[in-house]
């Protein structure tokens, strides 16, 4: 029978490609994990983190400056999906620890234009924006 190895303990491992650029961090340095991905000019494309309180967050990055970015998270209000665009734009997916859910839609302006909520009394609502921010009133049947 062979023996078991024993574990590396250390607080932090580099992984670096074969010209020598650190690709992967993993660390809990801080005092918390986190699992880096990086592009070969040093630039975080992805983590993997869980906060000081134990809550899980992944954090994707775009190559291009000027594209969108995503963060799946669950934070002390609930958990959510945000989709976010230098310059403004943005939406975000959420249920919250209530039961409510919701999208809000952001535009270029950082605008917000549009909410869909389901409350977690099952009631939905529905506002729509004007460029302006304010809210559009809505024709009642």
Request: proline letters at 7%.
């Amino acid at each position: 029978m062979h023996a078991s190895p024993l574990p590396l303990i250390t607080d932090e491992i580099k992984i670096v490609d074969s010209q020598g650029h650190p690709r992967i961090i993993m660390s809990a340095r801080s005092g918390n994990p986190v699992i880096q991905l990086l592009e070969t000019n040093g630039a975080i494309g992805m983590e993997v983190l869980l906060d000081s309180t134990g809550r899980p967050a992944v954090k994707l990055a775009n190559p291009d400056s000027k594209g969108p970015t995503a963060v799946l998270e669950v934070d002390d209000k609930g958990t959510h999906v945000l989709f976010d665009r230098p310059g403004g734009a943005s939406s975000y997916l959420f249920l919250n620890n209530a039961g409510a859910s919701g999208i809000v839609l952001v535009d270029s302006n950082g605008v917000r234009r549009l909410d869909v909520l389901v409350g977690s009394d099952n009631n939905v609502k529905m506002e729509q924006f004007g460029a302006d921010g304010k809210p559009i009133p809505q024709m009642k049947s």
